[in-house]
């Protein structure tokens, strides 16, 4: 496999950017008590690299009620409410919460004139303090499986999924520069999270091991093999659209997703999670309810939060929407709010005040049997 890094190289990697301390655990991970790193966010880091200039393009009017209160109790989170739709309803799409509090909303699967769905160049950015959508630098390459995060430099990093390409976008300049690709892997359906100098990228239904994408080198790391399927002996497992967070003591989660050795592509509860230092997944805590196509971040108090997503398996079923907002608190997952408008392929990310954005997916329709994409925005404040 060429442009990869070996797996000897991933430790030292990996540790080099999360600052691990030698002789670490590698099963569960501990408490975060007395821990001084910052929590991690699986969308958005800070850094000194600037903020993003204004962008142009047209404003979209919020309405005078999209930051109504919610009325449905959130025990995770002080408050809840809808904000202002996202103008270009997507699913698929990716989320990046950029340092000076504006959210990107990036390519993605928008809606085709004969019905069905086309992959987005769309690039569009919401605005706090106005509370409105703008219009921003569209991404070069059309995208339909989006994945996005913050990287420590303060861009924004895109991966193209079912794309063609990987792209950074420099605040600095507003301008978007094309990236390096792995050579014979198919980058799709997976999670996409920051890790100190490095990107990882956590699933993907082709996929036997992790990958990690380095910022400095624009190169991809291959890391530890994912872990002997449950079921399936003598195969790996293999998860399509998991959720993925990194927690302030530096372990990496894989959550939920589609198991692709079973025929309907049946979501799963499992839970996976690679401790610092450590060269294989272990076990963590199952899910409440079966989870696929869903979002997560870490929260402000360094809490791993998922957001959406389906219930079922993939092939011969209508979606069934999770409406649950799950939180770990450590030992076990828990309920911390109720989703607004349930829907599945939708994504987050989390500002530099900890108000979590959940953004866009599809929805079922009233009917119960078709699918409709949906701008619905709801923020999550701490």
Known sequence: MRNLVPLACFSAVICAALGCAGGADAGAPQGNEGNERPPAQSSATTNDAGSPPSSSGPAVDAGTDA???????????????????????????????????????????????????????????????????????????????????????????????????????????????????????ALTAYAMVPMGHSLALVGGPNMNTLLTYDIDQDAFVE??????????????????????????????????????LVPDLAATTDTFVLAPNATSWKPGPSLPTALARASAVIDKQGRLVTFGGQSNGYVGHVESCVADVLRFDGTSWMPAATILDP????????????????????????????TALVGTVEIFSP
């Not at 059309?142 to 950074?168: C, E, H, K, L, P």
């Not at 605040?171 to 094309?178: G, Y």
């Not at 659209?241 to 997703?257: K, V, Y």
Request: charged fraction near 15%; charge should be neutral.
């Open 223 to 260: 890391g530890p093999a994912y872990p002997p399927d449950p079921t399936f002996a003598g195969r790996t497992v293999h998860r399509s659209t998991p959720a993925a967070g990194l927690l302030p003591d530096g372990s990496l989660w894989m959550i939920g997703g589609f198991d692709t």
């Open 343 to 370: 829907r599945v392929g939708g994504a987050a990310c989390v500002d530099p005040k900890g108000n979590a954005y959940f953004i866009g997916g599809e929805a079922v329709a009233p009917n119960g049997t078709d």
């Open 67 to 185: 930051l109504a209160p919610s009325a449905n109790a959130s025990p995770g989170f002080a408050a809840h409410r809808a904000g202002p739709d996202l103008p270009t309803p997507r699913m698929y799409l990716g989320a990046a919460c950029a340092p000076d509090g504006r959210v990107f909303a990036i390519g993605g699967q928008s809606a085709a004139q004969n019905g069905g769905r086309s992959s987005s160049t769309a690039v569009e950015i919401y605005e706090p303090s106005k509370n409105v959508w703008t219009t921003g630098t569209s991404i070069p390459t059309a995208q339909a499986m989006t994945t996005a995060a913050v990287g420590y430099d303060g861009r924004i990093y895109a991966f193209g999924g079912s794309g063609d390409g990987n792209y950074a976008y420099d605040p600095k300049t507003n301008a978007w520069r094309k990236l390096s690709s792995p050579k014979n892997v």
